[in-house]
């Protein structure tokens, strides 16, 4: 069955014009899901193996519903709860997204059952699909979030992303089943809250307040100094709104929120879309909403505002109010409160917050239940009329501050812990005199958060409760989360999983303690044969420790040495593996499937933007190629690797640094520290990676350092056949020096070009493209096999062509491949 969608493909024999030509891709055939790998028994015949297509139509379930950031939300009657899956449609190149209903005591009653009882199904209230546009920061995203339960138990409302990257707003009803858009078609919503029969939702700009622009075509010439030059080459893609617009609806009426100082829309800064950075906290009776707005000024003492560590150069510079020196920023913003009938702001602090200097905390405003108290957190507080000491505190930005709303004063409960331990959650606890605090802990990945519970002491806050370990993920119906068996029949709801075992749903009864499955969204996986997945440590000359994830073929056969594919870019093992860390390139266990071993490795980083970044990486990629093969498992001579976005880097380094080393490998929509790279993105960004890397601007004497150290000045060491995507017109731009410079050397490269995907591939057609490509080459390169299927036939007449110049380079033979 052929697919219409194209993905173009860049011709890389230096014998041959450089064209383009288009490829259309199709679903794998029956013939190639069922193909052996030839390192496999034959007595498997019948098995079917775990390939991309399956990996791309699994049903995923999300975990951003509502701002727990749980997998399940409860009903506030308790007597439901939701949750959502999505799944890569192929035929129409969608993602399909389902919001999925369960009755609680259905499920209460299930876990009471002994025998062969079946579990309560769920119902599906409403699913929606969309070919996804836009950048999303991770893998396997929905186009349904936000979802949020009404009071009366009865209706939800969500966020649904459509194909032309809008996202509306809508309510379905549980008896109807009915779904309907509140918001105007086309109007894009970036984020909404619900209280007190009142939704404050911020979105897109209407076309009276955006900034007029001139036309391009409208002028000979234009100005475009400081520019970046993807804007500039790219002007449709680069379009974004500086500001978003604050919108109520009440009583079915939608209107426009405007500053009664001038009748404008009142704007808040869209630098960060995530939810988490621009609060809407609405208050009780629904009468106003805490949000972060623009400051309108910069008090000549913000100037003293100490920026996160590991971004000194940022600072504010007063009398601009457009200014954040050595930022990307706009703008600093503060804490605001909007009066949503009449439109009147004002300042709850007298400073920025702590993003608008790099702080990582995220930003929550919560309201105590009475309304006179105001949780604020990553902001700075005043340093006006404070003495010293304190004053001396509050240069760094609050965690988590309460402000009393009556008489204006503030309390900080703790101060920053900076990017190692960032705040994570803000709440009242039992009472308005109680505050839980969460932080993390990026620098010990196998701890769970730390809570922090202060209680109001006179006029101020003291610590009362401190504890390490607690879940993330809060999936219990009640406040508590860990569901107390002093209430019985409480549930628990948690998605369970492995690296070896499908995500499902699982129930648990507090008061008893019993546990069970509650629905399993992929049955067909148990089918599969999926190789075994376990966490694989290591430790590289310096003794620095590493932990990956090790992926060996269904089938594996004790003693065998098998090809080994490396992916890089983290690991995570708590999870199903099935691509690896993100969607672009990597292909785990498709790979396994075809009788590779797979090792899934995380990034050093230690040193990043440093001299040292690459010897850190290539000292833990050697370690693990020097233990697998002395535990006996590899074929050392068949190792490939795949880099991806910041680890092409290191990748294209390895290539350079031991040009024998790899038999194949990929480097896809990356960032490669050379000196193109920085000429051509280099202008209107700060601070500069690669300068920091090589400890000098590439001008003058210093320009030396550059041609030392870049990878792209040492191109012609590499002598590995290497696969190059590239995912847009910026990304074709910055792969081109590496191409272009192997193409006209005669070594084997392939260039593949995908013009509309996102650097986290989400479309399945384009997943397809990339991690099924990547699956064909490695099988290729490193076991000497091709696809049966004819219409791949020009695809392996090019490689073929490619080992070609491979043996002439290397004066031997390589994997013959077979026909």
Request: contains cysteine.
């Amino acid at each position: 069955m052929c697919l219409g969608k194209k993905i173009l493909r860049i011709r890389s024999s230096p014998v041959a014009m450089i064209t383009i030509v288009a490829i259309v891709f199709l679903l794998p055939s029956e013939k190639v899901q069922g193909q052996l790998p030839k390192a496999m028994s034959s007595s498997q015949a019948g098995t079917h193996y775990f390939t991309v297509k399956d990996s791309i139509e699994m049903l995923r379930f999300s975990r951003d519903l509502g701002s727990g950031k749980s997998t399940v939300i409860f009903s506030p009657n308790k007597r439901y709860f939701a949750t959502v899956t999505s799944r890569g449609v192929m035929q129409s190149d969608e993602i399909e997204s389902t919001i999925w209903i369960f009755r609680s005591e259905a499920v209460k009653k299930y876990l009471t059952t002994h025998g062969d009882a079946e579990a309560p199904a769920p119902w599906s209230i409403a699913k929606f699909a969309a070919v996804p546009t836009v950048d999303y920061l991770a893998s396997y995203e929905s186009i349904v979030s936000d979802v949020q339960w009404l009071p009366n138990s009865s209706s939800i409302l969500f966020l649904v992303r459509s194909s032309h990257k809008k996202r509306e707003l809508y309510q379905v009803d549980l008896s109807s089943g009915s779904a309907r858009a509140l918001t105007a078609a086309g109007r894009d919503v970036f984020q909404f809250k619900f209280k007190d029969g009142v939704i404050v939702y911020r979105a897109a700009q209407s076309g009276e307040s955006r900034p007029q622009t001139i036309d391009s075509t409208d002028i000979a010439a234009r100005d475009v100094t400081g520019v970046p030059l993807q804007t500039i080459l790219f002007p449709e893609r680069q379009r974004f709104d500086q500001y978003s617009e604050l919108r109520v609806i009440r009583n079915g009426r939608d209107v426009t929120l405007r500053d009664p100082t001038n009748s404008q829309p009142i704007r808040l800064l869209n630098s960060i879309q995530v939810p988490e950075f621009n609060p809407l906290s609405i208050s009780p009776g629904g009468t106003a909403v805490a949000v972060l707005l623009p400051s309108k000024e910069i008090k000549k003492s913000w100037e003293s505002y100490e920026p996160e560590p590991t971004l000194p150069g940022l600072k504010l510079r007063s009398g601009d109010p457009g200014a954040v020196a050595d930022s990307n920023w706009d703008r600093p913003v503060q804490y605001a409160l909007v009066n949503l009938k009449t439109g009147e702001s004002k300042s709850l602090v007298n400073a920025p917050s702590g993003d608008s200097l790099g702080y990582d905390d995220q930003s929550h405003a919560v309201w105590s239940e009475h309304g006179g108290d105001l949780l604020l957190t990553n902001t700075y507080l005043s340093l006006d009329e404070v003495g010293d000491s304190e004053r001396s505190k509050r240069l760094r930005p609050c965690a988590a501050a309460v402000i009393n709303l009556n008489s204006s004063g503030s309390s900080c409960l703790a101060f920053s812990r900076g990017n190692g331990s960032p705040l994570l959650n803000a709440s009242f606890g039992e009472d308005d005199n109680e505050v839980v605090l969460r932080f993390g802990n990026t620098s010990v990945t196998l701890l769970g958060p730390r809570e922090e519970r202060y209680r109001r002491v006179n006029e101020g806050w003291q610590l009362s409760k401190s504890s390490s370990n607690v879940d993330n993920y809060e999936s219990s119906p009640d406040k508590d989360a860990n569901c107390p068996t002093s209430v019985s029949r409480r549930l628990s709801i948690e998605v369970r999983q492995d690296l070896n075992t499908p995500p499902t749903l699982w129930a648990r009864d507090c008061a008893s303690g019993i546990s069970k499955r509650i629905w399993d969204p992929n049955p067909n996986l148990a089918t599969l044969a999926l190789g075994e997945a376990s966490v694989f440590h290591w430790r590289d000359k310096t003794g620095y420790e590493w932990t990956g994830g090790l992926i060996k073929p269904p089938g594996h056969v004790p003693g065998l040495r098998y090809p080994l594919v490396i992916q890089t870019h983290g690991f995570y093992e708590n999870e199903f593996m099935t691509d690896g860390s993100f969607t672009t390139a990597f292909a785990a266990r498709p790979l396994a499937s075809t009788g590779l071993v797979v090792l899934q490795i995380p990034t050093n980083h230690n040193h990043l933007n440093t001299s040292d970044e690459v010897p850190d990486q290539i000292r833990g990629i050697d370690s693990a190629i020097d233990k697998l093969d002395s535990g006996g498992l590899i074929d050392r001579s068949r190792v490939g690797i795949i880099g991806f976005s910041r680890t092409s880097y290191h990748v294209e380094s390895l290539l350079i640094k031991e040009p024998s080393r790899f038999a194949a490998a990929t480097i896809a929509d990356g960032f490669d520290a050379s000196y193109m790279q920085e000429m051509l993105f280099g202008v209107s960004t700060s601070p500069h990676d690669t300068q920091k890397i090589y400890g000098a601007s590439p001008f003058g004497e210093t320009l030396k350092q550059w041609v030392e150290g870049a990878p792209s000045f040492h191109l012609d060491q590499i002598k590995t056949p290497l696969r190059v995507e590239a995912i847009g017109p910026g990304s074709i731009l910055g792969e081109w020096e590496i191409y272009s410079s192997l193409w006209q050397q005669g070594k084997p490269v392939d260039l593949i070009y995908i013009p509309d995907g996102q650097h986290i591939l989400q479309k399945p057609l384009e997943r397809m493209a990339s991690q099924q490509g990547n699956v064909d080459w490695f099988r290729f390169w490193l076991k000497g096999e091709e696809d049966s299927d004819p219409l791949k036939a020009t695809q392996y007449a090019r490689w073929r062509e490619l080992r070609k110049l491979q043996e002439q380079s290397q004066g031997k033979s390589v994997h013959s491949g077979s026909r």
